[in-house]
């Protein structure tokens, strides 16, 4: 994150040129010059303003921009994360998933990334999907879920 969009560009595209494996994050105030970086580094992840949308869906629902604000912080509260889906793993269905992570880990799924694809993103999935090996579930916890016993997830 830098005030300057040039310098934010060059600078992802150096650290791409030096470690292209790197996970990366930039910001652009400009958000065309997102597809720009994403045709020459598409690994690297262009977060966008949502301030506008913040205060529009603040608008239409109160109390959304604290829920929100709950979210992104990482002092107190609930937060977003991830975790992949180990290659060891067996399939797992999203309806005993979503029961079974609340159960055991008091925690909320609420999305996942086919294969890690970000870019593929499936937010609030049919309780008849599937999650494979290698998938990216993201979910709502007090905390980040270090050991998860994967085939508990998917007991009935």
């Known amino acids: 994150d830098n005030p300057q969009d040039d310098v934010t560009m060059t600078t992802a595209l150096y650290c791409t040129k030096r470690n292209p494996d790197a996970h990366q994050v930039a910001y652009f105030n400009d958000d065309s010059l997102v597809s720009l970086l994403?045709?020459?580094c598409p690994k690297v992840e262009c977060?966008?303003?949502v301030a506008i949308e913040m205060l529009v869906k603040a608008a239409f629902d109160p109390g959304s921009s604290?829920?929100?604000?709950?979210?992104?912080s990482i002092d107190e509260g609930q937060a977003q994360f991830s975790v992949k889906i180990p290659e060891s793993c067996s399939a797992i269905s999203v309806a005993k998933l979503f029961v079974n992570l609340k159960r055991k880990h008091d925690a909320i799924f609420i999305g996942y990334a086919p294969n890690g694809?970000?870019?593929e993103m499936v937010v609030n999935p049919s309780l008849d999907a599937t999650l494979n090996p290698?998938?990216?579930l993201f979910y709502i916890a007090e905390r980040r879920i270090n050991a998860i016993n994967w085939s508990s997830l998917d007991a009935d």
Do not use: A, E, W, Y
Not at 66 to 72: A, I, K, Q, Y
């Open 38 to 40: 994403q045709d020459h």
């Open 47 to 49: 977060t966008p303003s």
């Open 66 to 72: 604290m829920l929100h604000h709950d979210l992104l």
């Open 117 to 119: 694809l970000v870019k």
């Open 134 to 136: 290698g998938d990216t």
